[in-house]
């Protein structure tokens, strides 16, 4: 054989080689991202000693607060009332149709708004807003006084959003409300909210950032110092984070948890993306730290990056139509995430039916507050929170320490499917659509989703149907003195309306019921001397 055929064949094995490990390296990589996203991984066998992932206190709270805040709150001021601005401000302000693709090949709105109110984003990029943020008016002991006022028993702040940037004095990253706005908002937060009896949570949704920022890099003009912020560059689909990125968002994390001790942390998206490695990693350290403060904690996350074993399923802007066996979570926000001007809002009528339905489903709330863009609350907000808060002293004891009732409800109205973002479809519950909770065996509640016409007829509770094999002995209506006139029979369970209503929105008849009894051993002495 030649040197020159032995030096062919011998490349020839090497290419043949090299191909081999390419394909068995990118086989390898699916088979790591598949394991990533399995919802069959067993979560708990991973945990370092066993937990309780849905605390009484948790199941008992039903509402909570978050605040989605920070320097993209600003974002679009000045902008145009009549045109579609996409939420993630800080990742569609790069996408100019050229250098970062679009279907149409033009700009979106937010570059064209960015572009406007600042500049080109490859010399005014996302830092530049953060350069600008404001946070002259948030006031903490008002925001906690707003939300222990509107009923809700767990709250915080959306620590981390998808722009990298800490709401608290981080030294795990320079990007904080400290050094950008002077302010420390987690650390006040959790002092009010405490103080007034609430447990503390705070929100992560930076490992989306991973993608949320890869535009800017396309775009052009981020300068290598701060990729500290923007991430390194990666193609735009990329799921594979790089390990600088995995480091700094187990830092930031990690530090969060040592500073505040948060009751609850909320997970968005995307997470389930991330290797398991670092996911199992937070569930023993925030557990174990829970353990060693002798508290109980709460995590909720979505899509498939844990499970019901070990945390609390969230459904963004959506609820399942029919009971689940575990408790869930939505989260919820009355108008958009983020300031927008303009912006409309659900009506206080629209949160206390979503919260009704919710809680009879064995689910609890997560609202959102998005502040103005220096911190302060809008009045359209403090009035729902407060017209909230009204409707929940008088029938908050419907809703607080409640569990699910036989069947969930009743009426015309419902979903017509279950999950996320269904709160698209626009529902307008009746005096017809009833929703029940349960205190005890001996006391549950009816919830009537609008001002009774006449007469309210839970047909649930028709003499002929053996969802109630219990006398009735009380019905009341909350809030209210007056004596309810009612009578139970094959029409279902009759409630003349009273001359009142305490309350705006739905209204709530507590039934109460003599209870289940059987004859102990041997029964009654007379039955055996006869």
Not at 279 to 292: D, E, G, I
Not at 329 to 351: E, H
Request: with cysteine.
């Amino acid at each position: 054989m030649s040197i020159k055929e032995h030096l062919f064949r011998t490349n020839k094995r090497l290419i043949i080689s090299s191909n081999y490990l390419f394909i068995l390296f990118a086989f390898c990589t699916t088979l790591s991202i598949y394991a990533q996203k399995d919802p069959n991984i067993d979560w708990k066998s991973e945990l370092d000693t066993p937990v309780n992932p849905v605390p009484e206190w948790f199941q008992d709270a039903k509402f909570g607060i978050y605040a989605h805040w920070g320097p993209v709150s600003s974002a679009f001021v000045d902008a145009d009332p009549n045109k579609w601005y996409a939420g993630w401000h800080g990742m569609k302000m790069y996408t100019d149709g050229k250098k970062v693709p679009t279907k149409n090949g033009k700009p979106t709105s937010n570059y064209i708004h960015h572009k406007e109110k600042y500049g080109n984003p490859k010399k005014y990029g996302y830092k530049h807003i953060i350069e600008q943020f404001d946070a002259s008016g948030f006031n903490a002991k008002e925001w906690a006084d707003l939300f222990e006022k509107s009923g809700a028993k767990f709250a915080g702040p959306v620590a981390m959003h998808h722009d990298n940037f800490a709401m608290w004095d981080s030294k795990a990253t320079r990007w904080n409300s400290m050094n950008y706005g002077g302010v420390n908002p987690s650390a006040e937060l959790k002092k009010e909210i405490t103080a007034r009896g609430m447990k503390f949570l705070g929100s992560f949704h930076h490992a989306f950032t991973w993608q949320y920022f890869a535009p800017s890099h396309f775009h052009g003009g981020v300068s290598k110092k701060d990729y500290d912020l923007y991430t390194n560059p990666h193609p735009l689909d990329s799921e594979t984070p790089d390990a600088d990125f995995y480091e700094a968002w187990w830092a930031k994390l990690k530090e969060f948890m040592d500073l505040y001790e948060p009751d609850v942390i909320w997970f968005d998206w995307w997470l389930e993306n991330m290797t398991k490695e670092s996911r199992v990693k937070f569930l023993n350290y925030y557990y174990n730290q829970a353990k060693a403060l002798n508290k109980e904690v709460v995590i909720c996350y979505k899509e498939t990056t844990f499970n019901d074993a070990v945390a609390v399923k969230d459904y963004e802007r959506g609820r399942p139509n029919q009971p689940k066996k575990d408790f869930w979570l939505t989260d919820t926000s009355p108008g958009a995430w983020f300031y927008r001007p303009n912006a409309k809002f659900k009506t206080p009528n629209d949160l206390v039916d979503i919260l009704i339905d919710i809680v009879s489903k064995n689910g609890s709330m997560l609202l959102n507050v998005p502040p103005n863009p220096d911190g302060s609350i809008p009045e359209v907000m403090v009035d729902l929170l407060t017209d909230m808060g009204q409707w929940l002293e008088i029938n908050g004891e419907a809703i607080y320490g409640t569990r699910p009732w036989t069947i969930f409800g009743e009426g015309p109205t419902r979903l017509p499917e279950g999950g996320h973002k269904v709160e698209k479809i626009k529902i307008e519950y009746t005096n017809t659509d009833i929703r029940f909770t349960k205190k005890t065996d001996k006391v549950f509640y009816a919830l009537v989703m609008d001002e009774p016409n006449g007469e309210t007829i839970i047909k649930s509770l028709t003499t002929e149907i053996g969802l109630l094999n219990s006398k009735v002995e009380n019905i009341s209506l909350l809030g209210s003195e007056e004596t309810i006139v009612w009578e139970r029979n094959t029409k279902g369970l009759v409630i003349k309306a009273p001359k009142s209503i305490p309350s705006s929105y739905a209204h709530v008849y507590k039934i109460e019921l003599e209870g289940y009894k059987e004859n102990n051993i041997g029964g009654d002495v007379a039955a055996h001397v006869d």
